[in-house]
């Protein structure tokens, strides 16, 4: 099973060609599910079922409860912000959780949870996206905390472990993220090569100005629970995609994570 977890820079930047250069990263991939964060909506389109519809898959849609500091930022208030998931396999459950966060630093973020319909194994995806304030380190802790929980209340019922992917907007030695380990969930990049690229906001990318005075940092993540029978759902590679501009234009201000599971179409297939 191919997972991949994707933050598209909502409607920032030349949009309207980046949506084309993010379908063709997706398409090249074949992904058997992917999270999306900042994903733009308006009353005639949705980015995610655009997607959807060019790559053949289901989705699910959960918009953001709070959208006008975003909205502001762009000065369009008709244009929607939210999280979604791309499917291979229809989506037969689905939940949403508002993480917590102070009043002040509130843009509607979430974690969505659905249940993919697979061969054999159902399949417990998650996708989310943390505050992003460089101060909010125990805001984001707080926020992991309550996904730990909505990932314990929606996790029964398969064999198959539960798939967390988001935006933390941390790295992976911060205590929010280092917090999953406790769930438990496993960070798929560290079944990588030693050495390997690993900086989702890296600044050879043009839409980022800064990485905290280094050149790339990890805060995009795919999580995974413990194998299940013959190792269903174990972690067998991961990598980035969209290091580069397609046809001129980088797809966005993250690069997405890859990462290839076991099954669950056959188990420790």
Known sequence: MRVVTWNLWWRFGPWADRRKAILAVLRD??????GLQEVWATEDENLAGWLAGELGLHWAWAPSPAPERWQRRLGDDTVG????????????ERAVLRLPVPAELDDGRLAFYARL???????????????????????????VAALAGFVAAHRH??????????????????????????????D???????????GTWDTANPYVSHADGESSIRIDYIH?????P?????????RRAG?????????????AVVADLAGPGAEGA
């Open 29 to 34: 991939l074949d992904p058997d599910v992917v």
């Open 81 to 92: 912000i939210g999280t979604a998931v791309l499917s291979r396999w229809p989506v037969v």
């Open 117 to 143: 319909d697979a061969p054999v194994h159902q399949v417990p995806f998650f996708t989310t996206h943390l505050t992003s304030a460089s101060h909010a380190a125990q805001v984001r802790r707080d926020q």
């Open 157 to 186: 019922g398969t064999a198959h472990p539960p798939v967390v992917t988001g935006d933390f907007n941390a790295r992976p030695d911060t205590e929010g993220v280092r917090l999953l380990r406790t769930v438990p969930l496993h």
């Open 188 to 198: 798929a990049w560290d079944h990588a090569a030693p050495g390997t690229p690993d």
């Open 224 to 228: 995974v629970g413990p194998p299940g």
């Open 230 to 238: 013959a190792g269903l759902g174990s972690v067998r590679s991961v």
């Open 243 to 255: 290091t580069g501009p397609v046809a001129g234009v980088w797809p966005s201000d993250h690069l």
